[in-house]
């Protein structure tokens, strides 16, 4: 009965009646020369195994197997049915394997580990079998070449594209769709080793798989540090091809060396190592533009003017200021005090005396000379706000935090943690 079954080809798979009961006393598999497997009772014993809902020792399908009668449940009764009944019993039981098709795939699974492909199932007349057609071959996948990209200058990342490749079947030529592990072409790929999968299963569960590296590469000059006592702000990475890194200082200190720097395509930066040093006011200069243009860009500028030194808001006022020193320094603010009229003259930058040209300096910015005043200059040498009264250090503050340019320093300063604390 066997060999009325067995035919050259792909390999087949056997269950005989008693595997479908349960009633085998001992089953496992036996390969025929032709590539055909043959569960019977002829079998040595298996391993123990979980119970499927199908297994032989759940006798599930043994059942619907029996209700069709045969040599072994076949009754009196039963061979006495017409051949239209006995057809929609046979039917019966095709689709009770048809419903636990997926059970008996893990089954043999579990017994030849293959993965069997379910392309038909039929009652042989002579052995009463399930049929089974297996395909053991995984489908084959070939992925691309790519190689090594450089990202262009100010970019980090490089767009990679490459066509998807496809899956070839030795069986019956019908594949899953392919599956992608790994970001898809046309993606931009940031800096790094990119590992990318492809995978594609055949209907009889079968895997092939398919491996490239997409390496994406940065050219950097290394790291530059801001300077001590100042501050440093670099466009995109900091230190790729492309970039670009501007130098300032903090209030009281003058920028020596390069304002700004490029990571050039020799992997080397332009220009000069930058220093912070500490601002020295010449204040023997004779002009009073010359003395403001050594604060231009660098300091802003708070100018106190009284016609005496006993006048009381003078006095009010420059001790209010000496109390907000850290919050003055923290705004590169530089208080210029104008003392007294001709002929008893006297102009301070902190501990530094000008006489020659400090009423020129009142005449220049249209500083009244008989009364208390004070004019605050920005860092590009605009009148921005006078005075004609006292002012609390936290009102001129809050005045200043909205320049522009102010607001770019408040940045810097909190990443680097600069502030006062009270």
């Not at 006393?25 to 590539?35: F, S």
């Not at 490459?162 to 046309?186: F, N, Q, Y």
Request: aromatic content about 6%.
């Amino acid at each position: 009965a066997t060999t009325q079954l067995t035919q050259k080809g792909s390999p087949r798979i056997f269950l005989t009646r008693c595997f479908l009961k349960g009633t085998c006393p001992r089953q496992d598999l036996v390969q025929v020369l032709d590539g055909t497997f043959i569960l019977s009772s002829q079998s040595p014993s298996p391993p123990d195994q979980t119970v499927l809902p199908c297994s032989p020792s759940s006798g599930l399908l043994g059942r619907s197997w029996e209700a069709l009668g045969g040599p072994e449940s076949t009754t009196q009764s039963s061979k006495q049915e017409t051949d239209d009944k006995m057809k929609g019993r046979r039917r019966n039981v095709v689709n009770d394997l048809v419903k636990n098709r997926e059970c008996l795939k893990v089954l043999l699974c579990q017994t030849l580990s293959v993965k069997p492909q379910f392309d038909k199932i039929f009652l042989d007349d002579g052995e009463d079998a399930l049929v089974v057609f297996s395909d053991m071959d995984p489908p084959t996948i070939k992925c691309p070449s790519v190689k090594e990209r450089i990202a262009e200058p100010n970019k980090l990342t490089v767009r990679v594209s490459w066509e998807t490749p496809e899956g070839r079947d030795t069986a019956d030529g019908i594949l899953t769709d392919v599956t992608l592990k790994g970001l898809p072409p046309g993606s931009n790929f940031p800096e790094g080793d990119h590992k990318i999968e492809y995978t594609v299963y055949d209907r009889a569960e079968n895997k092939g798989t398919c491996k490239f590296r997409v390496k994406v590469r940065v050219r950097r000059c290394g790291k530059l540090n801001a300077p001590e006592n100042g501050y440093m702000k670099c466009s995109s990475d900091g230190d790729n091809y492309g970039a670009t890194c501007e130098f300032s200082c903090i209030g009281g200190y003058e920028l020596q060396g390069s304002p700004a720097r490029v990571c050039q395509s020799n992997l080397a930066w332009s220009g000069t190592e930058p220093t912070c040093a500490a601002m020295n006011v010449n204040v023997g200069v004779r002009t009073a533009a010359a003395l403001l243009d050594q604060f231009y860009e660098k300091r802003r500028l708070l100018i106190v003017s009284t016609p005496t030194a006993r006048n009381l808001l003078y006095r009010l006022q420059l001790g209010m200021l000496q109390q907000a020193q850290c919050g003055l320094d923290l705004r590169h603010i530089t208080v210029v005090e104008l003392v007294g009229v001709f002929p008893t003259l006297i102009g301070r930058i902190r501990a530094k005396i000008i006489l020659l040209f400090f009423a020129c300096l009142r005449l220049l910015l249209r500083i009244p000379l008989y009364s208390f005043s004070m004019v605050l200059v920005d860092k590009h040498g605009m009148d921005k706000e006078r005075y004609v009264s006292l002012v609390t250090p936290m009102a001129l503050f809050n005045l200043i935090d909205t320049f522009p340019l102010r607001k770019e320093e408040m940045i810097l300063q909190a990443e680097m943690g600069q502030t006062c604390s009270t």
